[in-house]
């Protein structure tokens, strides 16, 4: 992907592409170049603070179709109130910090340092988005992901407050249908990302579809909501 002395290895292609976990290399480094060739063959990183960088491409592939979005009736209720300011690439790394966060399970975050910098290098370099939900001017929700053709690759998202995080991502998925994007990467599958019309897919119908839709041409950046009067 990039220079020869920082590529990762790889292992064993045909093993890694039968395991369900998907692991394919460990090493290299997150290279604005290295990243989006990674993305468009449906492998992203994935690692603790203390591992080397790993790079993964699970199956089956948790998607999202953005024809197929599901609106729940308390969602609805939620975004008929208008309750919250929803805005796209304005607070791209406070997005990504809120999103680094340990959980309420506790498990730490695989959101290191260096990935903050490598993602937000992206979002200078208009690969990158993010969506703010915000409750008056206090943060409370969002979402990011690199987008490539027709294709938005989420990453991850986090919320403070109830439906912030599904609204962002209501929100997103509508303005994504009309601007034409075919596929949204849900990564894993979720019960939060099922709610909202995910689905698995295998990797090998994933990847031919990344094939067809990372070729279109691309949104321009920075995004912001059509005009929705």
């Known amino acids: 992907?990039?220079?020869?002395?920082?590529?990762?290895?790889?292992?064993?292609?045909?093993?890694?592409?039968?395991?369900?976990?998907?692991?394919?290399a460990v090493g290299g480094d997150l290279s604005p170049e290295r990243l989006l060739e990674a993305y468009r063959r449906g492998i992203f990183p994935w690692y603790s603070e203390d591992q080397p960088v790993l790079w993964w491409s699970p199956n089956p592939r948790s998607v999202l179709f953005p024809d197929k979005l599901k609106i729940s009736r308390s969602l609805k209720k939620t975004l008929n109130k208008n309750i919250?300011?929803?805005?796209?690439?304005?607070?791209?790394?406070?997005?990504?910090?809120?999103?680094?966060?340990?959980?309420?399970?506790?498990?730490?975050?695989?959101?290191?340092?260096d990935m903050i910098d490598a993602y937000c290098t992206l979002f200078e370099q208009g690969h990158a988005h993010s969506v703010e939900t915000w409750l008056n001017d206090e943060l409370v929700g969002g979402l990011y992901g690199i987008a490539i053709g027709k294709v938005f690759f989420g990453e991850s998202m986090f919320s403070k407050k109830t439906d912030a995080s599904k609204v962002a991502f209501t929100k997103l998925v509508q303005q994504l249908k009309a601007w034409g994007f075919e596929l949204i990467d849900c990564q894993i599958q979720s019960a939060h990302l099922d709610s909202l019309g995910a689905e698995n897919i295998?990797?090998?119908?994933?990847?031919?579809?990344?094939?067809?839709?990372?070729?279109?041409?691309?949104?321009?950046?920075?995004?912001?909501?059509?005009?929705?009067?």
Do not use: H
Not at 1 to 24: K, Y
Not at 205 to 224: E, V
């Open 1 to 24: 992907m990039s220079d020869q002395s920082n590529n990762p290895l790889f292992l064993d292609v045909e093993q890694a592409l039968t395991e369900p976990e998907g692991l394919l």
């Open 202 to 229: 295998p990797r090998r119908r994933f990847t031919d579809l990344l094939g067809q839709y990372c070729q279109l041409p691309a949104t321009c950046s920075p995004w912001q909501f059509d005009d929705k009067s």
């Open 84 to 113: 919250y300011t929803v805005t796209l690439d304005t607070a791209f790394r406070d997005v990504m910090v809120a999103c680094a966060q340990p959980r309420k399970d506790g498990n730490g975050t695989w959101i290191t340092p």
